[in-house]
């Protein structure tokens, strides 16, 4: 995940480095990682680079002479200018914002959006769920013409989640799976598969406390035996983005290293 290989942005866990997004590419080639997933953010939207085409052609010139790859993004954007619980104009501009997102995203060649309905911008009842339905409905063409995916991440039970998926049944609706969002909500790895296993399109690996907050890998409640074991059952290749507990300032090479190993030990036992 962006940001992971530098020390955290004002403290925060997660968030769009504009600082030294371009020093990633290079970190990310020296840990021996193949792939880094962009962070789209309302905080750092104007210093972006997706945002301009000259941007867009850095990111593809760094991509290229470090051989690591940007196919997914992360729009965190819309934790906060949510798609439920707004007023109808709020909706239409973020819907507008959301269209723009993937345009920005296909010129850089980016083809998997992961759109975040969590914390701020979860989905809490009914009629949030019917907003969500009827905003994907609404995307749909713009995701066909540009030849794009959008993974949904939520923190819907797994009954609940297999319901909106049958409500919007399109092959470019896809789930992005969470191992430690899963974990704090006390979800079985073999109940969420068995539900939508068959339209995960990708996974951010982590762990998390039940109820509680993000943790090293291994040390949280996620039930990695049971999850690799789902894993192999459906077949699931990756990718496999590690969005993991951040480790001390200035160590993040030496963490991701740790963190790729842990995945790979997961890998080669299935």
């Known amino acids: 995940m962006q940001g992971r290989l530098v020390p955290p942005v004002k403290g925060r866990i997660q968030a769009f480095p504009s600082e030294r997004w371009r020093d990633e590419f290079a970190l990310a080639q020296q840990a021996g990682l193949q792939t880094i997933e962009w962070i789209y953010d309302l905080d750092d939207a104007e210093t972006n680079p997706l945002a301009t085409d000259a941007g867009i052609a850095e990111i593809k010139s760094l991509s290229h002479q470090h051989r690591i790859s940007v196919r997914s993004l ?7 200018e949510t798609l439920v619980r707004a007023t109808p104009a709020e909706k239409a501009r973020r819907l507008e914002k ?6 920005r995203c296909r010129s850089c060649g980016i ?23 009827e905003s994907l409905q609404a995307v749909l063409v713009h995701l066909e013409r540009l030849s794009l995916e959008l993974h949904l991440e939520t923190s819907l039970s797994p009954v609940d989640f297999r319901r909106l998926l049958e409500r919007v049944r399109h092959p470019r609706i896809r789930v992005n799976y969470d191992s430690g969002n899963s974990a704090s909500l006390d979800y079985a790895p073999q109940a969420e ?5 068959s339209r995960i399109g990708s996974f951010h690996i982590k762990d998390r406390i039940r109820g509680g907050t993000t943790v090293p890998l291994g040390k949280g409640g996620a039930d990695f035996a049971a999850l690799f074991k789902a894993v192999q059952e459906f077949g699931f290749k990756g990718p496999w983005i590690l969005q993991v507990a951040r480790g ?23």
Not at 193 to 197: L, P
């Open 74 to 80: 992360c729009a965190d954007y819309f934790m906060a």
């Open 98 to 103: 959301l269209v723009w997102l993937f345009e």
């Open 111 to 133: 083809d998997r959006i992961v759109l975040p309905f969590v914390d701020a911008s979860r989905i809490s009842n009914a009629s949030d769920e019917d907003e969500v339905v």
């Open 193 to 197: 598969w068995a539900a939508y296993g």
């Open 248 to 270: 001390e300032p200035g160590d993040e090479l030496a963490w991701a290293i740790r963190n790729k190993m842990f995945l790979l030990s997961w890998l080669g036992k299935i």
